[in-house]
Every structure is written in structure tokens, then in C-alpha cells.
């Protein structure tokens, strides 16, 4: 993914996304009407931070209800926190000015890379990643999973929808979040693993 993101910074740079970007604008231009710009709105929000609050509340209170825990919640926190401060230096970083024509939304900060799609993807797929862990309905993980992939997808278009960001930026977000997650997650795998094994080590 590091590689990935690299390939993509670098192509962007060289201006070799530019058809991309022209074309996936168009296809949003073609698209456009009231009612689809309105859900297109709704959805976005999904994306911000306090959407993942009001989710991250939700989920905290079932999960200490059905185990008396919350250290997987505390985990989400890191692993975004973490997610949101790379996001920063990356855009900072790269500088690139956001789309100004046909823009819906207003947007702060530089637009390399999407940080809403880099942040759902992130947010939505460590909420996946913990259903497949703790849920054993086979019915409820697959669903779960679609659901929040759409939900995802759907979110970065309506990034390119809106007029916030390029398709590249978008692209970059999505790499830049799978990178992050998987890194994130194949580390909390190994601490638990490690202190499992410290576990039964202590107790033969």
C-alpha cells in the first residue's frame, strides 16, 4: 500500500491523472439532480468526524453491555487518531489546491488525499474487522460487511459528487486508509498474540 500511495503521489504530481479526474467530474455533472445531490449530502456526512462519534457511542454501549469491556472502542480511537494525524501531514504536505468549479460543499485544507475516504475507510473497516471477530452469525458478517463497504463506496463518490475533491485524491485516500488499517490491525494482532502466548507461558 505504501508503494501504492507512492505510485499514485507520484503520477498525481506528474499530472497523469488529469483525464481520470476530467472524466469521473463529468460522469458527477451528468449525474446531478436535487434529489441525488441531497442524499449525496446525507451520505458525505457519514464521513466527518462527529458521524463516527455518534457511531463509536453506539457501538461502545453495546459491546460494554454484551462483554463489560470498551477496550476495543479505545482501539478505534487510537488506530483513527492515528489515521487523522498522518491524514494531516499528508495533505499539508502535498498542497494541492480542491476543484473550484460546480463545487456543492465548503472543505478546509488541502485536497491529497481524500480524508474522507482515507478516514472511512479506516473508521467502517475496523467496524468490519470487529464483527467478523466477535459476531457468530455468518448471515450478519456478510451483510454487515456489504453494508459498510457501500456505504464506504458511496462515501468517496459523493466526495467527487460534490466537488470536494479529484477522483485521484479519492484514490489515494482509499490506499492511504488500506494501508493504514492493515498496518494498524496487523500490529494489534501480534500484541494480542504476543501477550496470549505470555498468558499461557505464565500459567504452565
Known amino acids: 500500500m505504501v508503494f501504492q500511495f507512492v505510485d499514485i503521489s507520484r ?10 479526474d476530467q472524466e469521473a467530474a463529468s460522469l458527477a455533472l451528468a449525474m446531478r439532480n436535487d434529489t441525488f445531490t441531497t442524499v449525496m449530502h446525507i451520505v ?28 476495543s472502542p479505545l482501539i ?3 488506530i483513527i487518531t492515528g489515521a487523522s494525524v498522518v491524514m494531516y501531514f499528508l495533505k499539508e504536505g502535498f498542497g494541492r489546491e480542491r476543484p473550484t468549479l460546480d463545487t456543492l460543499v465548503e472543505a478546509s485544507l488541502s485536497s491529497f488525499p481524500s480524508g474522507h475516504s482515507m478516514l472511512s475507510v479506516v473508521f467502517y473497516g475496523f467496524v468490519i474487522f470487529y464483527i467478523w471477530t466477535v459476531s457468530n452469525s455468518r448471515l450478519f458478517q456478510i451483510s454487515s460487511t456489504a453494508f459498510f463497504i457501500v456505504l464506504i463506496v458511496l462515501i ?4 467527487i459528487y460534490l466537488g470536494a475533491h479529484f477522483a485521484s485524491d ?3 485516500g482509499i490506499v492511504a486508509g488500506v494501508g493504514w488499517l492493515s498496518t494498524s490491525l496487523l500490529i494489534y494482532l501480534i500484541i494480542r498474540l504476543t501477550r496470549k502466548k505470555e498468558g499461557q507461558m505464565v500459567l504452565d
Open 11 to 20: 503520477d498525481m504530481l506528474a499530472n497523469e491523472f488529469d483525464q481520470l
Open 44 to 71: 458525505t456526512n457519514f464521513g466527518n468526524w462527529y458521524a463516527f462519534l455518534g457511531i463509536f457511542i453506539i457501538l461502545s454501549i453495546i459491546i460494554y453491555q454484551q462483554r463489560n469491556h470498551l477496550k
Open 76 to 78: 478505534s480511537v487510537a
Open 156 to 159: 468517496c463518490w459523493s466526495r
Open 170 to 172: 479519492v484514490l489515494a
